[in-house]
């Protein structure tokens, strides 16, 4: 089993930044394609970016420039750092990972969310 830890988020006026992380822990042999979503209240979850275990990222158009998405493989965690932040951002975000376990079988996991409140 796979246990994620997301941490950062919060209340921030527009144009302001904050960052996000998540941490992943358990029975993890590597982990691929790395990434966050959010989900907006009434709409559906939408990608945000994805990084490869190489490095290679992804990003939807809205947050293009001004997110970017990181990941440590030493320390399993995938950062979001979100700067010019508008109220459309406002979304309670979610991490999700793909993970190769020692036995060589893959699952994908989701982290709890993390509520990010953008005021104008």
């Known amino acids: 089993q796979v246990q994620l830890v997301e941490s950062g988020g919060g209340l921030v006026q527009a144009g302001g930044s904050l960052g996000l992380s998540c941490s992943a822990s358990?029975?993890?042999?590597?982990?691929?394609?790395m990434g966050w979503y959010r989900q907006a209240p009434g709409k559906q979850r939408e990608l945000v970016a994805t990084v490869a275990r190489g490095g290679r990222t992804n990003y939807a158009d809205s947050v293009k420039g001004r997110f970017t998405i990181s990941r440590d493989n030493a320390k399993n965690t995938v950062y979001l750092q979100m700067s010019n932040l508008k109220p459309e951002d406002t979304a309670v975000y979610y991490c999700n990972l793909e993970v190769a376990n020692w036995i060589g079988r893959v699952d994908t996991y989701w982290g709890k969310g993390t509520q990010v409140t953008v005021s104008s």
């Open positions: 358990g029975s993890i042999f590597s982990i691929n394609t």
